[in-house]
């Protein structure tokens, strides 16, 4: 049965499932359990051009739209949403070393991507999360060297990343390092909050960075400017969460649509009841229309039109539809969906996650606001 119509090119999208049920669906559960970073995953699907599907064919890219990555982010979280979340923080990287990093720190890293680099977005901090305005981890320029010191919290794939790009406040603002793991003071380590419900692809680890030296060249872009730079970054992986949100509410569907079709009680199927019949339609009409929003949201990064508006329509929509697509699934599968060895549960603690991880839900509304406001004040209305 297929309830889910390919929204681009439908060979491609027919090549990532027949890759994801093949390669990720049968370790998915073990990923979650265990919590560790799929590193075999991640790095065969570099091999497949899927983890630098976006990037520029002159750094060994694949050059291709970001309505075909909404299609690989949604199958893979179909499967897995862990590896999705593995290719989030490489896509982070990709993108801002793209979009701002001197032509040096492109060519030492952006090629490396297609070998399976892996990487992390280390923005919070224990007293920053959603406010990065100002940060404890501070950056000092020493001639030809910075000289940077603090510690980052929450860095998801950062058990196994090479990279880091990290925010540190510089005596004239926040600003973007790249940050090779390999360097002096650099190190990781699990913290008390390391292990979070969902999103399990790792711990999400602290990373230390403890008098680091780094060549001047590694900072990204402009000193002073890291704020907006990391929040437009967060544009293009915004918009790949909210597929990833409806890859999991796909998953959830799906699975308990077949539960349902089975299960017996009171002499009929439990979909055979109008009751449940109508909590299906209600989600396929939900996940239908959050999956359009992302689709949308993907053409206006391909388009390069108000990506911080309709990034953050997509995920605060996509990422509700999932929790309530998964909330679903538990529900009709009754003590069957509550058990450990059935998915909705992980379902259900990945889909919550993602209401909060790359940018709250308040915090997307705070954004989708600014434009609405912008958009009234333009037009000289009182
Ligand atoms: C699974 C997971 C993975 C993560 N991975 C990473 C990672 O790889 N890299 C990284 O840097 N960080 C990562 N994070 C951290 C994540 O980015 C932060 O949790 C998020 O930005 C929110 O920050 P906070 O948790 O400190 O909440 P706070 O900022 O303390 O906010 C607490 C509550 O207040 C609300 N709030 C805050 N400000 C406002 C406002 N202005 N208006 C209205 N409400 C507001 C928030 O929405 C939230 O509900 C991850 C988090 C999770 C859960």
């Known amino acids: ?90 896509l982070q990287a990709q993108k801002i070393l793209d979009l701002f990093a001197n032509q040096r720190l492109k060519e030492l890293y952006l090629p490396r ?37 603090g510690e980052k919290s929450f860095i998801t794939s950062g058990s196994a990343a090479e990279l880091f790009i990290i925010l540190a406040e510089t005596p004239i603002g926040v600003s973007v390092f790249a940050v090779p793991r390999e360097a002096a003071g650099v190190s990781t380590y699990e913290g008390d909050n390391s292990h979070t419900f969902g999103l399990r692809n790792g711990p999400h680890v602290n990373l230390v960075l403890d008098d680091l030296r780094l060549p001047a060249e590694h900072l990204v872009g402009e000193e002073g400017a890291g704020v907006r730079q990391a929040v437009t970054t967060l544009d293009y992986s915004r918009t790949m969460a909210a597929a990833i949100s409806t890859g999991i509410a796909r998953a959830a569907f799906d699975g308990a649509l077949e539960y349902a079709a089975k299960r017996q009680a009171f002499d009929r199927t439990v979909l055979d009841f109008q009751g449940i019949q109508w909590y299906f339609a209600e989600a396929l009409s939900e996940i239908d229309a959050a999956r359009l929003a992302v689709f949308d949201a993907a053409r206006a990064l391909d388009e390069e039109r108000d990506i911080a508006r309709y990034s953050s329509q997509a995920k605060l929509l996509a990422s509700r539809v999932a929790s309530s697509a998964a909330s679903l699934a538990v529900q009709v599968c009754g003590a069957h969906g509550v058990t450990e060895q059935a998915p909705f549960g992980r379902y259900l603690r990945d889909a919550k996650a993602y209401e909060i991880a790359g940018g709250s839900s308040e915090i997307l509304k705070n954004t989708i606001a600014k434009h609405l406001v912008r958009l009234v004040r333009r037009a000289n209305l009182p």
């Not at 439908?10 to 979650?32: E, S, Y």
């Not at 799929?38 to 750094?59: C, F, H, M, R, W």
């Not at 694949?62 to 299609?71: F, K, M, P, V």
């Not at 959603?130 to 981890?137: A, C, F, N, V, Y």
């Open 113 to 149: 991507f297609r070998q399976g680099l892996l990487s992390s977005y280390a923005l919070t901090e224990a007293n920053h999360g959603s406010d990065i305005r100002s940060l404890d981890t501070k950056a000092e320029r020493h001639g030809g060297e910075w000289l940077i010191k």
């Open 1 to 90: 049965m297929e309830c889910w119509q390919s929204l681009v090119d439908d060979d491609f999208v027919q090549q990532i499932r027949g890759f994801a049920a093949a390669r990720i669906t049968p370790l998915a559960d073990d990923i979650d359990r265990r919590d560790y970073y799929p590193v075999d995953i991640v790095k065969a699907l570099a091999t497949e051009g899927y983890n630098s599907l976006t990037l520029d064919p002159a750094y060994g890219g694949g050059g291709r739209s970001y309505t075909l990555a909404a299609a690989l982010f949604e199958e893979v979280a179909y499967a897995s949403p862990a590896v999705a979340i593995s290719l989030i923080t490489i």
